[in-house]
T-cell receptor, first 114, second 112 residues
Framework: GAVVSQHPSWVICKSGTSVKIECRSLDFQATTMFWYRQFPKQSLMLMATSNEGSKATYEQGVEKDKFLINHASLTLSTLTVTSAHPEDSSFYIC??????????FGDGTRLSIL | AQSVTQPDIHITVSEGASLELRCNYSYGATPYLFWYVQSPGQGLQLLLKYFSGDTLVQGIKGFEAEFKRSQSSFNLRKPSVHWSDAAEYFCGSSSNTGKLIFGQGTTLQVKP
């Protein structure tokens, strides 16, 4: 069964709304989680590394004020897309790093901004 | 810098035929290597992984991959493809930090 749960799976909202996506590790404690973004027919691009109890590390070109990441517990990381606009519409996928590797992926969240 | 290349963007094979998906990596040390499969609109499922040891790795769904250091390759193979194998395949490489870099992906289409 799934070891990483991502919620919601699909969200549609109006421009200017903030949207929160949750990523939970179910069977293990994950001190490190990752957030990816995937455009249609493209590969996954790493957005940021989420570390429990500390600030996230963002990849170059990713706006940390736009994409807020919180990793408050060993089983939960959240990604908040603040003041979302149509260009933020995408497929967002989280993963949790198993201590023995590899990463386990959630089923993704399809975000559509109208 | 760490990078992964999948030279084939799209591959079409007949059902029952053999399959090989190519993957090349660039990394200073021996990386951790993975193959994932993604069905439309879904997350990624791990097919197999290589960390060390035997260079021929067996995975789920009848897939295998071979690590060749001399060629910096980690190609995915399956002797007989099923229609349900049609999907997007991603090769990935990570360091000991766990940060995973993906290739561009290869779309597999299976003809009846």
């Amino acid at each position: 069964g799934a070891v990483v749960s991502q919620h919601p799976s699909w969200v549609i909202c109006k421009s200017g709304t903030s949207v929160k996506i949750e990523c939970r590790s179910l069977d293990f404690q994950a001190t490190t989680m990752f957030w990816y973004r995937q455009f249609p027919k493209q590969s996954l691009m790493l957005m940021a590394t989420s570390n429990e109890g500390s600030k996230a590390t963002y990849e170059q070109g990713v706006e940390k004020d736009k994409f807020l990441i919180n990793h408050a517990s060993l089983t939960l990381s959240t990604l908040t897309v603040t003041s979302a606009h149509p260009e933020d519409s995408s497929f967002y996928i989280c993963s949790a790093l198993d201590p023995n590797q590899p990463q386990h992926f959630g089923d993704g969240t399809r975000l559509s901004i109208l | 810098a760490q990078s992964v290349t999948q030279p084939d963007i799209h591959i079409t094979v007949s059902e029952g035929a053999s399959l090989e998906l190519r993957c090349n990596y660039s990394y200073g040390a021996t990386p951790y290597l993975f193959w994932y499969v993604q069905s439309p609109g879904q997350g990624l499922q791990l097919l197999l992984k290589y960390f060390s040891g035997d260079t021929l790795v067996q995975g789920i769904k009848g897939f295998e991959a071979e690590f060749k250091r001399s060629q910096s390759s980690f190609n995915l193979r399956k002797p007989s493809v099923h229609w349900s194998d049609a999907a997007e395949y991603f090769c990935g490489s990570s360091s000991n930090t766990g940060k995973l870099i993906f290739g561009q992906g290869t779309t597999l289409q299976v003809k009846p």
